[in-house]
């Protein structure tokens, strides 16, 4: 990321971001763009907003759901056909006589980094004991996230009542 991130936010540069749940993504460009202390903010419009202020007899308003809704084929969950797909779905709302163009501006913050409580540090330590597990990091280093993971990744291999 450290070789592209300066030229994806240049090439962006003041450009709309349109997508389907758009701030996901956005989030990782933001993120990625700190990280090497390039600022970067952006507009977008939403596919997932847009199918949720215009059209009400959906259940699911998923990338998948608005391709069906609108009779788009999609390859679900295939880079460039999603891409496809939400430039269609986009073009389906601004054809709408109903449809106001107006992007929004995106937000990201860094997630504020906790230290792993007291409660997650003697969980972990003692799964850690009980099955014979090396830690490849200093328990008492971790973030909460990161004993979370590692807690759940011991649960999910061992089970929670050995």
Request: hydrophobic share 40%; with cysteine; net charge neutral.
């Amino acid at each position: 990321i450290s070789d592209v991130i300066g030229e994806l936010v240049e090439f962006l540069g003041d450009l709309v971001i349109v997508g389907h749940n758009v701030s996901f993504d956005y989030r990782f460009i933001a993120k990625a763009a700190g990280d090497y202390g390039i600022r970067y903010k952006a507009n977008g419009i939403d596919t997932f907003k847009l199918a949720k202020q215009y059209i009400r007899d959906i259940g699911s308003r998923s990338l998948e759901s608005l391709c069906a809704y609108f009779g788009i084929d999609n390859i679900h969950h295939r880079a460039m056909a999603d891409v496809m797909s939400t430039y269609d779905i986009f073009n389906r709302f601004a054809a709408m006589p109903e449809y106001e163009w107006k992007s929004e501006p995106m937000t990201y913050s860094a997630a504020r980094i906790q230290p792993a409580t007291d409660k997650q540090i003697r969980f972990l330590s003692d799964l850690t004991r009980r099955y014979g597990i090396v830690p490849n990091k200093d328990i008492k280093s971790l973030t909460r996230s990161e004993a979370s993971r590692e807690i759940d990744k011991i649960l999910s291999v061992y089970g929670i009542n050995r």
